[in-house]
């Protein structure tokens, strides 16, 4: 069994009023190239993405793998779905993580995946305090559901379903930091 990382950058940014917030620029690169590249420090890395040619597509590296959503405007239970479906036979676990979290670090990353490395019968999510965050790992049994979701409420249901084998991990106000109105990117960068 190997890790692998499922990035959401499928969506419609449609909060961000005609901007997009994954080509908005952190640390003098697109953001989504910025979580990418943390990201594949940790874990081979899948990108779901609404089309072929989308701008978006030109952020991801050599080395990670694009995922072309059917039905992005579903929302993230699509996205998942597609992800989950594109990726090889032995993945376990999964780390699945929005991409609109501009203080992610690979740091991040790799503490889910130690813990479900550690613990790989249960499902792991960074947390803040008390709200729950991403990234959030998924053990191999749990794929299956993945792949059935629908709507826009990402794998909540799973881990609803599942709430017994739920251990979240404290890692800092990163995990929770998802910039998606233009109001919400000015607040962020005047911090």
């Known amino acids: 069994m190997s890790v692998a990382i499922l990035l959401l950058a499928a969506g419609s940014a449609s909060r961000m009023r005609g901007g997009d917030k994954l080509l908005e620029h952190v640390a003098g690169g697109p953001l989504l190239a910025r979580i990418i590249a943390q990201a594949m420090q940790v874990a081979p890395v899948f990108v779901t993405l609404p089309c072929p040619h989308h701008p978006r597509a030109a952020c991801l590296p050599a080395g990670a793998t694009p995922v072309i959503v059917p039905d992005p405007a579903e929302g993230m ?10 990726l090889p036979p ?45 990234p959030v790992a998924f053990p191999g049994d749990l794929l299956a559901e993945l792949r059935t979701l629908k709507g826009d409420n990402g ?16 890692l800092g106000r990163a995990v929770v930091t998802d910039l998606d109105t233009p109001e919400d990117w000015s607040r962020w960068r005047q911090e």
């Open 90 to 134: 032995g993945i376990a676990p999964l780390l699945v993580s929005a991409c609109d979290l501009p203080e992610l670090t690979a740091s991040h990353f790799a503490a889910i995946r130690d813990a479900a490395r550690a613990d790989p019968l249960n499902i792991h999510q960074a947390r803040h305090g008390a709200i729950p965050g991403h």
């Open 77 to 86: 239970g699509a996205s998942i779905r597609a992800g989950v479906a594109a």
């Open 155 to 170: 794998a909540r249901s799973v881990i609803r379903a599942h709430r017994d084998r739920l251990h979240r991990h404290e």
